[in-house]
């Protein structure tokens, strides 16, 4: 049997939506406080996982102790391992910051949607992962713009009550802002989420934090997040692709090469068709507010262009679920208080077998067989 692909953001169809005009933006939240709070020097921390090319995983974490290896033991029984993978590391050196040894252990083959046990670097805690599936439906989060505060807790709580097997984060992950020790606490944030599920992840412009002359940008992005670039043939971790249960997915970086001779340019000029609603082009959802400290959007373009169904400024997370090889539905989830909302849902179609393709296909058989 063929196996059929979906190609995320590329020729789907909008079939129906609702929109909500009433909402009231929410104020925001203070910074999250992170109590010391001392633990061996061997003991990883900071864990998180990426998928690393087919049936693989990649193992992250930070550990105090130089000393300390870069091996993983793991299996699909607690506490009994039957396998184990060694690794490599790094660290930087970012003024008068010294990062922790960084450890990325790829471990596999793996089994499809199946959970595994696994211990770093040869002591310490144990953690549990669940692997994506093989075929449809599969279900990612999408959440942007995280940061550290109040909202930020709440949006992490709620995609944690969702059934999803991947997290997409297109940018701003910490906030940092070239305060080192945010990135720790912003590992520490999310590694009870990010060491259970797959976290693929892009860079935004609060992950670019150069010195001129004394450190280069994504230093710190680049040593505590790596993705699956050199599997899917990238030369930068800044932009990769991947593919996961027949989707293929690919995440690109607002900060390599997009100028108008590049071809991320060209693939993203068709965002939009000549700035009209085009029922046969892609489908575009921008996302953010993750939780991050500067708040919300204030401005919308306005009035609202025809291309554009549904806009909200809220908190919150959005959930793709591709359900088979020709439907999708997206959700939007609001941060109502401390209450997750469903503010938004919309069922997305491929064009693969519609009038749109269907036309495209007569019209080039027609110049095909023009003499």
Same mark, same amino acid.
């Given at each position: 049997?063929?196996?059929?692909?979906l190609?995320?953001?590329?020729?789907i169809?909008v079939?129906?939506a609702?929109?909500?005009?009433?909402?009231?933006?929410?104020?925001?939240?203070k910074?999250?406080?992170?109590?010391?709070?001392?633990?061996p020097?061997s003991h990883p921390?900071?864990?998180?996982?990426?998928?690393?090319?087919d049936k693989?995983?990649?193992i992250s974490?930070?550990?105090?102790?130089?000393?300390?290896?870069s091996?993983?033991?793991?299996?699909?029984?607690?506490?009994n391992y039957m396998?184990t993978a060694?690794?490599?590391?790094?660290?930087?050196?970012?003024l008068?910051y010294?990062?922790?040894k960084?450890?990325?252990?790829?471990?596999?083959?793996l089994?499809?949607?199946?959970?595994?046990?696994?211990?770093?670097?040869?002591?310490?805690?144990e953690?549990?992962?669940k692997?994506p599936?093989s075929?449809?439906p599969?279900?990612?989060?999408?959440?942007?713009?995280?940061?550290?505060?109040?909202w930020?807790?709440?949006?992490?709580?709620h995609?944690?009550?969702?059934?999803?097997d991947v997290?997409?984060?297109?940018?701003?992950?910490?906030?940092?802002?070239?305060m080192q020790h945010r990135?720790?606490?912003?590992?520490?944030?999310v590694?009870?989420?990010?060491?259970?599920?797959?976290?693929?992840?892009t860079?935004g412009?609060?992950?670019e934090e150069?010195i001129?002359?004394f450190v280069d940008?994504f230093l710190s992005?680049?040593?505590r997040w790596k993705m699956?670039?050199e599997e899917s043939?990238?030369? !930068?971790?800044?932009? /990769? &692709?991947?593919?996961?249960?027949? *989707?293929?997915?690919?995440? #690109?970086g607002?900060y390599?090469?997009y100028?108008? !001779?590049?071809?991320? /340019? &060209?693939?993203?000029?068709k965002? *939009?068709y000549?700035g009209? #609603?085009?029922p046969?082009?892609?489908?575009h959802?921008t996302?953010?507010?993750?939780?991050?400290?500067?708040g919300?959007?204030?401005?919308?373009?306005?009035?609202q262009?025809?291309?554009?169904?549904?806009r909200?400024?809220?908190?919150?997370?959005?959930?793709?679920?591709i359900?088979n090889?020709?439907?999708?539905?997206?959700?939007?989830?609001?941060?109502d208080d401390?209450?997750?909302?469903r503010?938004?849902q919309?069922?997305?179609?491929?064009?693969?077998g519609?009038?749109?393709?269907?036309?495209?296909?007569?019209?080039?058989?027609?110049?095909?067989m023009?003499?």
């Open positions: 049997m063929e196996t059929k692909k190609v995320i953001g590329i020729a169809l079939i129906s609702t929109v909500r005009a009433d909402y009231v933006r929410p104020k925001p939240r910074t999250l406080h992170f109590p010391w709070n001392p633990k020097a921390q900071q864990v998180h996982i990426s998928l690393a090319g693989h995983m990649r974490w930070i550990t105090e102790d130089e000393d300390s290896p091996v993983v033991d793991y299996g699909t029984r607690s506490r396998a060694q690794g490599e590391s790094t660290s930087y050196s970012y008068f010294n990062s922790g960084i450890h990325h252990t790829v471990i596999g083959p089994e499809d949607e199946t959970v595994y046990f696994y211990q770093c670097g040869g002591g310490g805690p953690f549990q992962l692997t599936p075929k449809f599969i279900t990612f989060a999408v959440a942007a713009d995280l940061g550290q505060t109040g930020t807790q709440s949006t992490l709580n995609i944690g009550q969702c059934k999803y997290h997409l984060l297109p940018g701003d992950l910490s906030y940092a802002d070239y990135w720790d606490t912003f590992g520490e944030l590694q009870p989420f990010a060491s259970a599920r797959p976290w693929m992840v860079e412009n609060h992950e150069s001129p002359v940008g992005y680049n040593s699956p670039y043939g990238s030369t !930068s971790n800044l932009y /990769y &692709s991947f593919e996961v249960a027949g *989707v293929h997915v690919f995440m #690109l607002s390599a090469d100028d108008e !001779s590049s071809e991320q /340019y &060209s693939w993203l000029q965002r *939009v000549n009209h #609603l085009d046969c082009g892609a489908v959802v996302i953010g507010d993750g939780g991050n400290r500067e919300l959007a204030h401005r919308f373009k306005d009035p262009p025809d291309w554009s169904v549904f909200e400024a809220s908190f919150g997370h959005g959930e793709l679920k359900v090889s020709t439907h999708a539905f997206w959700g939007w989830h609001r941060n401390d209450e997750s909302t503010s938004d919309v069922w997305i179609t491929s064009l693969a519609s009038e749109c393709l269907a036309g495209k296909s007569y019209e080039l058989r027609k110049r095909l023009s003499p």
